[in-house]
């Protein structure tokens, strides 16, 4: 008799456990997902998270998290993360995988994880992290050049233009936002090749927090606006903007005219 339990891909934990036929008194067997993996019958829709444990030690403002909900399927479902200090954030999920950055506070953080499949939540997933500023090494600092004739703004789309939108507090905001994507970045490839949890400082002050969209005072990445007395030709010339790796021969080039922004 094929004890092979007939359960698609996706079904609930609910619709699987009613779908096994085995014989009387035999254990059930194994259930494979999607991607061939061996899921026990018992761990079907329950989340899963695959490159972070519970009360796991980290050092970075936001975390790139990984997990699974097996035996669920759906091109367009979502991954809600939900943080008592911070405003929920959603992600797209595919056949019960999900990918999210979540945002991290000094301490205890605990952190609850709701599979969405349209307007039903069909799993719920909680999870405890401890971050903590990794202070062993220097910070590093994040600046930001305005030239002497600046008008303080930056390229975008015509319909990115505006207060807010293009100029410096703009720049500012996004700097930072990179900042901490790069920082999470750099901590999950270093753990995924064996190096453990690290990763780089950021320079951090009290101050409102534009990372959050609530503009909360928290502990966030300080950026130092810095206004040499260049122009912005001055500064985006290759020859004097230590942007290019000239030959010494050039005869363009002058290390006596290279931006100092100290």
Known sequence: MDTKPNIDCGTTSADAASSLVVPSGEPLPPYQDCTGCTVNESEIGVMKFLNIKDNELVHQRLLIVHGHV??????DDKITVHHPDFPALTF?????YFKAIVHLDSGENEL???YLQGDSCTSKGKLVVKMEPFTARPALKLAILVASDSSETFDAPPGMRGPGLNDLDAATRKLRCSAYLWQAFVAEHLYRHGFGRRTFRLEEECAPDTMGCDNKDRMTARVHVLRPNRTVAEIQDKYIAQQWNSLPEDPLWDPCKLVDIH
């Not at 797209?92 to 019960?96: E, S, T």
């Open 70 to 75: 097996p035996g669920v399927s759906g091109s």
């Open 112 to 114: 609850e994880f709701h």
């Open 92 to 96: 797209p999920a595919v056949d019960g």
